[in-house]
């Protein structure tokens, strides 16, 4: 497709299970980014990949997350033994490099923890 | 830390009305500021950005916003709302020394007809 494409649009978990979300960016993006939407508030940066350089984890709320982009194409967030408060839509991203600014997102994948 | 703040946290106009929303940010140095809607079951698309030059930039779907140094504000104007506007917009800048954005916590639009 044309667009950031994520998977799966809606994940429902039990507490402390793992959770795989994942990314396909748009063609010929070298950047990528993750975000998470809780209810009610704004888009929290998670991490960010650019190309071969090392990504920027500085978002991430813990260390029960982790991200990893194989191929500098798809993305796959991590998040292990999830919490109630993982709860929220986990937002993807992709740029062209050099063009800041400038994010396409995908729709989202809402996670439920339970 | 940079920030980015939305005073209004929802806004209802009707339509045909004029529409203005606000967005004021803490950062030491000229931003890279832009704003982004968000309509209901679709992704954030990129309405308008600004990095420098002239402080009025005009933007898809008949948005502008105007830049201004001396209120850290770049705040989205419309002269005429149509109902296909309701959605949630977002402000957003670069943090300096990276390329991540941040977001401001939104503001939701209502159209009343």
């Known amino acids: 497709g044309a667009g950031v494409s994520q998977s799966p649009s809606n994940k429902v978990t039990e507490k402390g299970k793992d959770v795989e979300l994942r990314c396909d960016p748009i063609s010929g993006h070298t950047a990528l980014y993750w975000y998470r939407q809780s209810l009610g508030q704004g888009l929290e940066f998670l991490i960010y990949?650019?190309?071969?350089?090392?990504?920027?984890k500085s978002g991430l709320p813990s260390d029960r997350f982790s991200a990893e982009r194989t191929g500098g194409s798809v993305s796959t967030l991590t998040i292990q033994r999830t919490q109630q408060e993982d709860s929220a839509v986990y937002l993807c991203?992709?740029?062209?490099?050099?063009?800041?600014?400038?994010?396409?997102f995908g729709e989202g994948s809402r996670l439920t923890v339970l | 830390a940079q920030s980015v703040t939305q005073p209004d946290i929802h806004i209802t106009v009707s339509e045909g009305a004029s529409l203005e929303l606000r967005c004021n940010y803490s950062y030491g140095a000229t931003p890279y500021l832009f704003w982004y809607v968000q309509s209901p079951g679709q992704g954030l698309q990129l309405l308008l950005k600004?990095?420098?030059?002239?402080?009025l930039v005009q933007g898809i779907k008949g948005f502008e916003a105007e830049f201004k140094r001396s209120q850290s504000s770049f705040n989205l104007r419309k002269p005429s709302v149509h109902w296909s506007d309701a959605a949630e917009y977002f402000c957003?800048?670069?943090?300096?020394?990276?390329?991540?954005?941040?977001f401001g916590s939104g503001t939701r639009l209502q159209v009343q007809p």
């Open positions: 991203a992709s740029s062209l490099a050099g063009d800041t600014g400038e994010l396409f």
């Open positions: 957003a800048v670069v943090q300096e020394g990276r390329r991540a954005l941040t």
């Open positions: 990949f650019q190309g071969n350089s090392a990504p920027d």
């Open positions: 600004y990095f420098s030059g002239d402080t």
